[in-house]
T-cell receptor, first 111, second 113 residues
Framework: TQLLEQSPQFLSIQEGENLTVYCNSSSVFSSLQWYRQEPGEGPVLLVT?????EVKKLKRLTFQFGDARKDSSLHITAAQPGDTGLYLCAGDGWADYKLSFGAGTTVTVRA | NAGVTQTPKFRILKIGQSMTLQCAQDMNHNYMYWYRQDPGMGLKLIYY???????DKGEVPNGYNVSRSTTEDFPLRLELAAPSQTSVYFC????????????FGQGTRLTVV
């Protein structure tokens, strides 16, 4: 069983549409990270959120960390084909900073 | 800047064979991790290490062993390979402080036949 549950598992949208990916857990994390992975490559960090309630924006991407530090969301505005990829959330434990990943959301943006 | 280097990139093993996946990092990171990724899925933690001489199990450690004799190297050993170990293996490292980025290698694609 995954410590972090991501939804949806797959998302296919048209260019210009918005999308939201969710990451939920029953555990509390010291921080949550979002990574993007392209085929044949390792994951690459997009953002880290460390404060409950925190919202971070990176151009068209908005990341939110839940007040209780158990959940996070990634929102993409006006998606582009270049946003296509596997989006992974990862949480740091409190005691040992072990980094655990969710199962990922495969996003496909059609031109 | 090499970052995290994994070797080999590809390998085919026969059932029952053994092999070691190599991982080296040159960033002086304390934490190192081994993950496996099955097709279209996320990453499952196999083992991790918080420093030289210290290792601990992750979610799916059965069938694998690790050692961490130096800060730089974190090899993953597969004993008696099984088809269920067919996967892409990623090694990663991080400084270990909360919220810091994990840097990943390019992965090793392993097929057990």
């Amino acid at each position: 069983t995954q410590l972090l549950e991501q939804s949806p598992q797959f998302l296919s949208i048209q260019e210009g549409e918005n999308l939201t990916v969710y990451c939920n857990s029953s555990s509390v994390f010291s921080s949550l990270q979002w990574y993007r992975q392209e085929p044949g490559e390792g994951p690459v960090l997009l953002v880290t959120v460390v404060t409950g309630g925190e919202v971070k924006k990176l151009k068209r991407l908005t990341f939110q960390f839940g007040d209780a530090r158990k959940d996070s969301s990634l929102h993409i505005t006006a998606a582009q084909p270049g946003d296509t990829g596997l989006y992974l959330c990862a949480g740091d434990g409190w005691a040992d900073y072990k980094l655990s990943f969710g199962a990922g959301t495969t996003v496909t943006v059609r031109a | 800047n090499a970052g995290v280097t994994q070797t080999p990139k590809f390998r085919i093993l026969k059932i029952g064979q053994s092999m070691t996946l190599q991982c080296a990092q040159d960033m002086n990171h304390n934490y190192m991790y081994w993950y496996r990724q099955d097709p279209g899925m996320g990453l499952k933690l196999i083992y991790y290490s918080v420093g030289a001489g210290i290792t601990d199990k992750g979610e799916v450690p059965n069938g694998y062993n690790v050692s961490r004799s130096t800060t730089e190297d974190f090899p993953l050993r597969l004993e008696l390979a099984a088809p269920s170990q067919t996967s892409v293996y990623f090694c990663a490292s991080s400084p270990g402080t909360p919220g810091t980025e994990a840097f990943f290698g390019q992965g090793t694609r392993l097929t057990v036949v």
